[in-house]
């Protein structure tokens, strides 16, 4: 059975940073595309960024430059740095583990609980 644990969410200040965490159990972690999305109230859940298992990444417009997602396979944890954070940055953040096709397109298939994050001032 898949499970993913986020940790690292909490409440920053505008322009500040943290590192979200997510540990993944039950499957062969190295093999498998893992993503990030938010969910802000009142909003869609959006794709973060996403890293397959050769550790290419894409991300979504609002964070390139940001935003930096990375995996140790090693620790079978995967990892989005979050640098200059905004207000708008606020959301409950998912791990999840999924599959990339060829066009880039991300398939999410098991989800973590989530983890809050806050950026206020």
């Known amino acids: 059975q898949v499970q993913l644990v986020e940790s690292g969410g909490g409440l920053v200040q505008p322009g500040g940073s943290l590192r979200l965490s997510c540990a993944a159990s039950?499957?062969?972690?190295?093999?498998?595309?893992m993503g990030w999305y938010r969910q802000a109230p009142g909003k869609q859940r959006e794709l973060v960024a996403t890293?397959?298992?050769?550790?290419?990444?894409n991300y979504v417009g609002s964070v390139k430059g940001r935003f930096t997602i990375s995996r140790d396979n090693g620790k079978n944890t995967v990892y989005l740095q979050m640098n200059s954070l905004k207000p708008e940055d606020t959301a409950v953040y998912y791990c999840?583990?999924?599959?990339?096709?060829?066009?880039?397109?991300?398939?999410?298939?098991?989800w973590g609980q989530g983890t809050q994050v806050t950026v206020s001032s």
């Open positions: 890293i397959t298992s050769g550790g290419s990444t």
């Open positions: 999840t583990r999924g599959r990339r096709d060829v066009s880039d397109m991300y398939y999410p298939e098991y």
């Open positions: 039950g499957s062969i972690f190295s093999i498998y595309a």
